[in-house]
T-cell receptor
Framework: GQQVMQIPQYQHVQEGEDFTTYCNSS?????IQWYKQRPGGHPVFLIQ?????EVKKQKRLTFQFGEAKKNSSLHITATQTTDVGTYFC????????FGSGTRLLVRP | DVKVTQSSRYLVKRTGEKVFLECVQD?????MFWYRQDPGLGLRLIYF???????EKGDIPEGYSVSREKKERFSLILESASTNQTSMYLC??????????FGPGTRLTVL
């Protein structure tokens, strides 16, 4: 079956450094959704990308959908301690298929 | 705001017990989902439902069943709890293929 993989599994950065998580699929993605889960919390929707090559920005967050719709990335510029959490991508086809997530820790 | 509530935040049960986890959403969403979340494994779909009395198996349905008698309520049932079902259980709802809204989660421990 389809697999959605995320790398890295874990990243620890100094506040102010950039951060990127990558999402790769074994098959073509329908649409890609990104979620953030704060420690002790539940996943919260960030954004959905639909078109091949699409790029969307939310303040310091930049989301990109690959040209072949088999990968996506989330880039955070100048991380802050409030960015701490686990970031999940998900293929939103008939049902959501989640990647395993990237856990981000930020050193103040 | 969409609200998804789950019956318990923490639950401790014994091996062999029957366990009910309840989820209620207030936005008239068609779709409801049950996931379990374990460290390093992300979110794995157990069952989902796209309409009242309809259900479909997710990726890991073994040892679980579900019930959706009313649109707003989706129950997850562990017929005979086992220690490997100790996990965080998350319920979610959505309209069509749109955003999923998650409940706060139930941390279940099976002794």
């Amino acid at each position: 079956g389809q697999q959605v993989m995320q790398i890295p599994q874990y990243q620890h950065v100094q506040e102010g450094e950039d951060f990127t998580t990558y999402c790769n699929s074994s098959t073509t993605l329908s649409n890609i959704q990104w979620y953030k889960q704060r420690p002790g919390g539940h996943p919260v929707f960030l954004i959905q990308l639909v078109k091949s090559g699409e790029v969307k920005k939310q303040k310091r967050l930049t989301f990109q959908f690959g040209e072949a719709k088999k990968n996506s990335s989330l880039h955070i510029t100048a991380t802050q301690t409030t960015d701490v959490g686990t970031y999940f991508c998900a293929d939103s086809s008939y049902k959501l298929i989640f990647g395993s997530g990237t856990r981000l820790l930020v050193r103040p | 705001d969409v609200k998804v509530t789950q019956s318990s935040r923490y639950l401790v049960k014994r091996t062999g017990e029957k366990v009910f986890l309840e989820c209620v959403q207030d936005m008239d969403h068609e779709n409801m989902f049950w996931y379990r979340q374990d460290p390093g494994l992300g979110l794995r779909l157990i069952y989902f439902s796209y309409d009242v009395k309809m259900k479909e198996k997710g990726d890991i349905p073994e040892g679980y069943s579900v019930s959706r008698e009313k649109k707003e309520r989706f129950s997850l049932i562990l017929e005979s709890a086992s220690t490997n079902q100790t996990s965080m259980y998350l319920c979610a709802s959505s309209f069509s293929r749109d955003t999923q809204y998650f409940g706060p989660g139930t941390r279940l421990t099976v002794l």
